[in-house]
């Protein structure tokens, strides 16, 4: 069965304290890996989409990259405008949506 | 441009009520995705619409579940005799199909729906 699972849950950094955020996933036939992220009340915004393992993007401070079974979401220096939940999710081919993951919520300390 | 719209942004109802919830996606998108997100899970598929053709109902959990995109454009997701579990922030994304390639899904701000 198709699963997404990130990691932590939770994650409180100070401002300036880099870190990594997890998305584990089981899919055939993998077409697509995104990430984005969700303030509070809102919807998700996108960040990046990932095609192939080896990949790597890069935005601010935020750098995703992905292998075969994972995917990181690399936060360098974070700053507090930098809290927020981040959402993995994947997109097969022959599927119409995307599998989301759990999301992990991040807290950046000033 | 404008992003995805949805309105209402919060909806009360009584348990037993129908409930229609709109979204108004990106102009010039022709791909349309309903999605739920309950309190601390993940977000939920529900159903996707492409064009003119039969939209993909297979993340429905009910038949109190229905939804209508008229036009190629504005849809509309109506519930049922709602539930107290129905009690979510439903997510409208649109993205630009263009055919072969992965499509990257924009979404709304959500209706946050609560089923007394």
């Known amino acids: 069965e198709d699963q997404v699972t990130q990691s932590p849950e939770a994650l409180r950094l100070q401002e300036g304290e880099s870190s990594s955020l997890n998305c584990s996933y089981t899919?055939?036939?993998?077409?697509?890996l995104f990430w984005y992220r969700q303030d509070p009340g809102k919807g998700p915004e996108f960040l990046f989409t990932?095609?192939?393992a080896g990949e790597e993007k890069e935005k601010e401070r935020l750098k995703a990259t992905l292998t075969k079974k994972e995917s990181f979401l690399h936060i360098t220096a974070p700053k507090p405008e930098d809290s927020a939940t981040y959402l993995c999710a994947v997109q097969k081919y022959n599927n119409n949506d995307m599998r989301f993951g759990a999301g992990t919520r991040l807290t950046v300390k000033p | 441009g404008a992003g995805v719209s949805q309105s209402p942004s919060n909806k009360v109802t009584e348990k037993g009520k129908d409930v229609e919830l709109r979204c108004d996606p990106i102009s010039g998108h022709t791909a349309l995705y309903w999605y739920r997100q309950s309190l601390g899970q993940g977000l939920e598929f529900l159903i996707y619409?492409?064009?003119?053709?039969?939209?993909?109902k297979s993340g429905l959990p009910s038949d109190r579940f229905s939804a209508e995109r008229t036009g190629g454009s504005v849809s509309t997701l109506t519930i049922q005799r709602t539930q107290q579990e129905d009690s979510a922030v439903y997510l409208c994304?649109?993205?630009?199909?263009?055919?072969?390639?992965?499509?990257?899904?924009?979404f709304g701000p959500g209706t946050r729906l609560t089923v007394l």
């Open positions: 899919v055939s036939g993998l077409r697509g």
């Open positions: 619409f492409q064009g003119n053709s039969a939209p993909d």
């Open positions: 990932l095609y192939s």
């Open positions: 994304a649109s993205s630009f199909q263009s055919g072969g390639a992965t499509d990257t899904q924009y």
